[in-house]
């Protein structure tokens, strides 16, 4: 088996290097990462400038470092690794919980895979007080791994894994009741004002959401479709506000 590595902290960071010596178990590995950090470029591509493709060997590890995005990376990562049979992402230093999933840069690089047909699992963990311990994590991923390749028909998967030693594992639904994302105001030291986009950490999550479980000390694994479709609302808009004899000037 063929897994493609990226993530959006970059091809140095500690989560990547972490997740493909796990990932290493199950089959060849190889990193394709952005060069620089890409955290919060979200589903974004280069479209406008080329983009380069250099070896940058992380321990035993085959590796390549792009001036580009997490989307970008499994693109030519696809296109220069024949026969991929799964991308991960990850691990990212910061969760990807909620609304969080709509700019993750880590979440695009397994929606990438999952555009190309091939599955996409991303995997994030949280770096605020303390540095993660990928020691204490790595089996649970491993874990993660082993069940999701049993399933094989859920094409994109979200993974979250909490501060510390796991609870447990729970299968979970995406928390969009609430949206973290504050612009706080400040001044420069030259006293200008200025403006942070930041997160404030949300509170009461519902139940059987990925918030409440990373909350609750468990590893969230959220099962996702890249159909936006609001299709209750489709059908009856379909019903009730017919369009299709809608003509202008006639
Ligand atoms: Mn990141």
């Not at 989307?71 to 026969?83: P, R």
């Not at 190309?116 to 491993?142: C, D, H, M, Y």
Request: proline share 6%; with cysteine.
């Amino acid at each position: 088996m063929r897994i493609l590595i990226t993530n959006d902290d970059g091809v140095y960071s500690p989560g990547i290097l972490a997740l493909a010596e796990v990932a290493s178990k199950f089959g060849d590995v190889r990193i394709v990462a952005p060069d620089v950090e890409m955290s919060s470029a979200g589903h974004s591509i280069t479209a406008s400038r080329p983009l380069s493709y250099k070896r940058t060997p992380l321990k035993e590890i085959d590796a390549y470092r792009v001036n580009g995005t997490p989307a970008d990376c499994v693109s030519l990562g696809v296109h220069q690794w024949e026969k991929v049979d799964i991308v991960l992402s990850g691990i990212n230093m910061g969760s990807n919980l909620g609304n969080a999933m709509w700019h993750s840069g880590t979440l695009a690089g397994a929606k990438q895979a999952a555009l190309f047909g091939l599955r996409g699992i991303a995997f994030s963990t949280p770096s605020t007080e303390q540095e993660p311990n990928f020691a204490v994590l790595k089996p649970w991923v491993e874990v993660v791994i082993k069940t999701l390749l049993e399933v094989p028909d859920v094409l994109l998967i979200n993974v979250n894994l909490p501060t510390g030693m796991p609870q447990g594992i729970m299968w979970t639904r995406q928390s969009v009741r609430q949206y973290d994302g504050k612009i706080v105001a400040a001044n420069d030291p030259m006293g200008r004002k200025h403006f942070w986009f930041t997160v404030i950490p949300l509170q009461h999550p519902e139940d059987g959401t990925d918030r409440h479980a990373v909350g609750q000390g468990y590893v969230s694994v959220t099962p996702l479709r890249l159909d936006l479709t609001d299709n209750a609302a489709l059908a009856e808009l379909m019903i009730k506000h017919p369009v299709d004899k809608v003509l202008f000037g006639g």
